[in-house]
């Protein structure tokens, strides 16, 4: 079951080329906070941004569904028609990333473009669904997000230059609620390989990794630009985990090329 667009809290600005763009675990859309200040400036038509928070975090219901990314992206087509968008350039960082293939699986006729940052289209190993399950059981049980932030998770999400943002991540952090921390988890658990659904589509694809990403190896990116060779990679010097908040300049830049890309046909 999918929620209904009034269930789901977006932050939108500008207008041209739809630019949808999917937030981290686990935080919420206002980490977008300077792409839709900065996006809707370009040469040109411009981008329509729009930045929803996925299920459960930020200002959206988590809903009653099993845990399955595929929900979340059934969630994005149905914000797409509310909005009277057709088409969109789907981008994602992190859990966003996972989330942006998904929608590419399961609505590829949706997509003019895609863009995949500090993600993997790799399934997750045994040992690191058997941590998320940790993680998901834990948060549960004491009904609180204190491990996240005991383990540190916004300092290991940033590169070492980024360090300054943590208090900023942190609160992110903090406002996750339990039920959507465990739920996230085990989505991102049970998600499959999806590096067939990436050579398969036929639309621009851009890839963005941090070249100091202490959770995503370089090795990921380059196995999806394998899959699509057409595809740009943006290596970002000294950026970690959370390229957009630690280099929004290099990444915005990936970015306004992918969409001249999609605007040029």
Same mark, same amino acid.
């Given at each position: 079951m999918t929620l209904l667009p009034s269930a789901v809290s977006v932050r939108e600005s500008g207008t041209g080329t739809p630019l949808v763009l999917l937030h981290a675990f686990p935080l919420n859309a206002s980490m977008w906070s300077a792409q839709l200040d900065t996006l809707p400036d =370009?040469? &040109?038509?411009? %981008? /329509?941004? =729009?930045a929803p928070d996925q299920r459960g975090f930020g200002g959206t219901e988590l809903g009653a569904d099993e845990p399955s990314l595929d929900a979340v992206a059934d969630d994005l087509a149905l914000l797409l028609d509310a909005a009277g968008?057709?088409?969109?350039v789907v981008g994602g960082i992190s859990m966003g990333g996972y989330v942006a293939l998904a929608f590419a699986r399961r609505h590829p006729g949706r997509l003019s473009g895609l =863009? =995949?940052?500090n993600t993997r289209a790799t399934a997750d190993t045994d040992a690191v669904r058997a941590n998320r399950e940790r993680i998901a059981a834990a948060v549960t049980a004491r009904d609180s997000v204190r491990l996240l932030l005991d383990e540190q998770v916004a300092a290991k999400q940033l590169g070492p230059d980024s360090q300054h943002l943590v208090d900023r991540v942190e609160a992110m952090v903090s406002a996750a609620r339990p039920a959507a921390v465990a739920w996230a988890q085990r989505a991102m658990a049970a998600r499959p390989e999806a590096l067939d659904v990436l050579s398969g589509l036929r639309v621009?694809?851009?890839?963005? %990794? &941090?070249?100091?990403d202490p959770l995503v190896a370089p090795e990921e990116a380059e196995l999806m630009v394998r899959a699509r060779p057409d595809a740009e990679l943006t290596v970002i010097p000294g950026a970690g985990h959370l390229s957009a908040l630690e280099a929004p300049e290099a990444f915005d830049a990936a970015v306004r090329a992918l969409? /001249?890309?999609?605007? %040029? &046909?």
């Open positions: =370009l040469t &040109g038509d411009g %981008a /329509r941004v =729009l968008i057709e088409r969109a =863009l =995949l940052a621009p694809v851009a890839v963005v %990794a &941090g070249a100091q969409l /001249r890309r999609v605007t %040029a &046909g």
